[in-house]
């Protein structure tokens, strides 16, 4: 079945620094792609989806794009907050469920 | 956003007990999910249902028994758990089942004693 791997965490970073979170899929044919957050304490909130190959997906300063020459989709923020901290999980759709990565964690200090 | 919610948010319950999760959407959605979130483990997907029909069952043990009554409605009643089911139980809901970005509630922190 399709499967999602993310970076170990956690990721530590200073204010203002240069995000990056990588996210690989294996899957039969371009499924859609999502990057879902947990703020400390509530559910997951869905940051940004790209439903086909080069699409770029982007919300609160991330992005990231659907690559299936590489078969990545990796997050990215230019500069990162300590409202930012958090747990940020890819996943993609297999049928009818969503299959999630591991999490990663990212801390921002300031 | 309280587009789902779930209750109560913290549950400590004795192994012998007997409760219920709730959950309730107000996306006018038709498909609705459970989740397990256990420490140091991938998110693990329970039960789906779409139009109030159970459209998948991950081999879950036959102490969690859901229920959907409506398309807005989800319950998760649980008896005679072990104190490994203590976890963050998540809800979702999606317009329908294939293809849609699911969205999540606040999830239910259980405690099993």
């Known amino acids: 079945g399709n499967s999602v791997t993310q970076m170990e965490g956690p990721v530590t970073l200073s204010e203002e620094a240069f995000l990056t979170i990588n996210c690989t899929y294996t899957?039969?044919?371009?499924?859609?792609l999502f990057w879902y957050v947990q703020y400390p304490g509530e559910g997951l909130q869905l940051l940004l989806k790209?439903?086909?190959?080069?699409d770029k997906g982007s919300n609160k300063g991330f992005e990231a794009t659907y690559r299936k020459e590489t078969t990545s989709f990796h997050l990215e923020k230019g500069s990162v907050q300590v409202s930012d901290s958090a747990v940020y999980f890819c996943?993609?759709?297999?049928?009818?469920?969503?299959?999630f990565g591991a999490g990663t964690i990212l801390r921002v200090k300031s | 956003e309280t587009g789902v919610t779930q209750t109560p948010r913290h549950l400590v319950m004795g192994m012998t007990n007997k409760k219920s999760l709730k959950c309730e959407q107000h996306?006018?959605?038709?498909?609705m999910y459970w989740y397990k979130q256990s420490a140091k483990k991938p998110l693990e997907l329970m039960f789906v249902?779409?139009?109030?029909?159970?459209?998948e069952n991950n081999s879950v043990p036959s102490r969690f028994s859901p229920e959907c009554p409506n398309s807005s409605h989800l319950f998760l009643h649980l008896h005679t758990l072990q104190p490994e089911d203590s976890a963050l139980y998540l809800c979702?809901?999606?317009?329908?089942?294939?293809?849609?970005?699911?969205?999540f509630g606040p999830g239910t922190r259980l405690t099993v004693t």
């Open positions: 249902y779409s139009l109030e029909e159970r459209v």
């Open positions: 899957a039969t044919g371009y499924p859609s």
């Open positions: 996306l006018g959605h038709n498909a």
């Open positions: 996943a993609l759709i297999d049928g009818n469920k969503l299959v």
């Open positions: 790209a439903t086909k190959a080069d």
């Open positions: 979702a809901s999606s317009q329908e089942v294939v293809r849609y970005e699911q969205y």
